[in-house]
């Protein structure tokens, strides 16, 4: 066995160690220390206030979206909301009961084919099966078969829909078979 010393590093680490530069003096590695430091701390600085402007941006825009979508949805109801305060003005004496009814039912369904094209949508589940997600049952009522047992009897209340989410959960009595 030879007395000269073992050498277990890598070839690749001694490559690695060759290309390090020699250390500074303590003076100058202190003072590179503290520029890189400075340097770091104001790339940091830099990041904060960019991701700050950035978030105040998103919520800014969030909101104005928000807005856009609501005058949307409002210019739809404009003409429905018109024809609404004409019939406001309409004078009894001169028109009759079937008239009144007749255009407000013609107001009525001009105010929901605008909505409809906003993803709006009436919930009457009279003769489907119950979900609680859509309906809130307010009453049972027997069911003359079990195949009716969870359809939904009588709707006391619409419900509405706007683009998949629940506005108003329609309200129902559901038949309920008791085996009797």
Partial sequence: MSDAPVDNMDPMETRETATVQPPLEDGDDLQQA???????KDKYLRLAAEYDNFRRRAVKERQEAGW????????????????????AAVDPATV????????????????????????????NPTGHPFDPAMHEAVSTAPASQPEEDGIVAVCFQVG?????????PARVVVKQWTGA
């Fill in 34 to 40: 503290q520029r890189e430091l400075e340097s770091q």
């Fill in 68 to 87: 856009r979508a609501q005058g949307e949805l409002v210019r739809g109801l404009l003409d429905g909301l018109d024809d609404i305060t004409r019939f």
């Fill in 96 to 123: 009759d009961a079937k008239s009144v009814i007749d255009g407000m039912q013609l107001v009525e369904k001009k105010l929901f084919k605008s909505l409809s094209g906003h993803g709006f949508e009436v919930i």
């Fill in 160 to 168: 509405y829909v706007i683009n998949g989410h629940v506005l108003r």
